[in-house]
């Protein structure tokens, strides 16, 4: 037997290529079915990185909610947590990825640059290596700078940029990364909270935002994606619907309306 499988050797590798191939198709095949919305991608070369896809969605999410965005500059996204930034990135993720493996993007139509994709998102520290949330997040993004390069174009998402240190040196460090990424053969999608960045990053980033309507003390979300910088914010109002004392919520409050007046944080007293 031995004998024989070293003299047929390449016939048996042949074999073993072209089971693997029919088992990839009958994969990709059989999820094409499952899915209530799919295309067949237009993936192109061109001089710039740019994506365009219609009615997106995540195969995951019963009844999900169809986005689409058409972009050759990197986006910054905003907006009033949990209404849908990570889950929209996460969205665009999977289908480049799809797109470019088994031709298959769950959307109404996907047109887009052949992408090396990248992402920066759920990190977390590692008290194995004693490393701290902030070490492991500059070693991320550190990664992707590092492999960005002039021949192919690179997709990146990254969720709540260094999130993992103080909010000025956040501000500083992630606005000069991220224009340094969108400056290079870049596109980036990244969702922040720091809506400073929106104003320092306007001539590298279009903004987009998700935003949200409070009825009856309930905040509800329509996990659609919207142009422009988000306006709204419900931090506080979280607090309240969560049966925070009410004293906490009137001094958060308080303090916020404050701050935005003055630029400065005053002593609890």
């Known amino acids: 037997m031995l004998s024989f499988l070293k003299s047929n050797r390449s016939i048996l590798n042949r074999i073993y290529t072209n089971l693997g191939f029919l088992d990839s198709m009958i994969a990709a095949a059989s999820f094409r079915v499952m899915l209530p919305l799919y295309c067949k991608p237009e993936l192109v070369k061109s001089s710039r990185p740019h994506i365009g896809v219609t009615d997106l969605y995540h195969p995951l999410i019963e009844e999900p909610v169809l986005n689409s965005i058409t972009e050759n500059r990197s986006v910054l996204l905003t907006g009033s947590n949990a209404s849908g930034k990570s889950t929209f990135i996460k969205t665009l ?13 769950i959307s109404k139509s996907y047109r887009g640059s052949f992408f090396m994709t990248y992402s920066s998102m759920a990190l977390r520290d590692n008290i194995f290596s004693k490393e701290s949330y902030y070490i492991v997040e500059i070693k991320s993004l550190k990664r992707i700078l590092d492999r960005v390069n002039n021949e192919i174009p690179t997709l990146c998402f990254i969720d709540e940029v260094l999130r993992g240190t103080n909010t000025l040196e956040r501000i500083a460090a992630s606005s000069r990364i991220l224009s340094s990424l969108a400056r ?25 935002h998700f935003q949200e309507k409070i009825e009856e003390n309930k905040i509800i979300f329509d996990y659609k994606l919207y142009k422009g910088k988000a306006i709204s914010k419900n931090a506080i109002k ?5 049966g925070y004392p009410k004293e906490i919520i009137a001094s958060a409050e308080g303090a916020a309306e404050e701050f935005l007046k003055t630029g400065e944080w005053s002593n609890i007293k």
Do not use: G, P, R
């Open 238 to 242: 979280l607090l309240n619907m969560m």
């Open 184 to 208: 290079k053969n870049t596109l980036v999608f990244a969702a922040t909270h720091d809506i400073e960045l929106t104003h320092i990053l306007e001539n590298d980033y279009s903004n987009y």
């Open 93 to 105: 993720a999977i289908n480049a990825i799809l797109s470019q493996s088994i031709y298959t993007s």
